[in-house]
């Protein structure tokens, strides 16, 4: 059975910090790519970042230079390390894992990030 639950996440004013972690379990996380994504209410779920599990990062332009992904296959773990933050990173994130046989995607349950001004 296919588990992320994200961890973290918060209140922080603009400029600060934060981070954003996913525990998953169920899948072979080594051999996969993990991404996060991103919702504002109303609008469609974007991608934030990803990394595969030979390390390769991409990122969403509005989030290049301040968002950092990592992972730790020991732990199973993704983390979304996110600094000089804005209002509008102000989300819910969710932690996802697309499985190749069928690109079926999974999800967290998210967490929020809240970013004033």
């Known amino acids: 059975q296919v588990q992320l639950v994200e961890s973290g996440g918060g209140l922080v004013q603009a400029g600060g910090s934060l981070s954003v ?23 469609q779920r974007e991608l934030v ?14 989030v290049k230079g301040r968002f950092t992904i990592s ?7 993704v983390t979304l390390q996110m600094n000089s933050l804005k209002p509008e990173d102000t989300a819910v994130y969710y932690c996802n894992w697309r499985r190749p ?5 999974y999800w967290g349950q998210g967490t929020q990030v809240t970013v004033s001004s």
């Open 101 to 105: 046989l069928d690109s079926r995607d």
């Open 49 to 62: 970042a990803s990394m595969t599990s030979n390390g390769n990062t991409n990122y969403a332009d509005s």
């Open 71 to 77: 992972r730790d296959n020991a732990k199973n773990t």
């Open 21 to 43: 972690s996913c525990a998953a379990s169920g899948i072979l996380f080594s051999m996969n790519t993990m991404r996060w994504y991103r919702q504002v209410t109303g609008k």
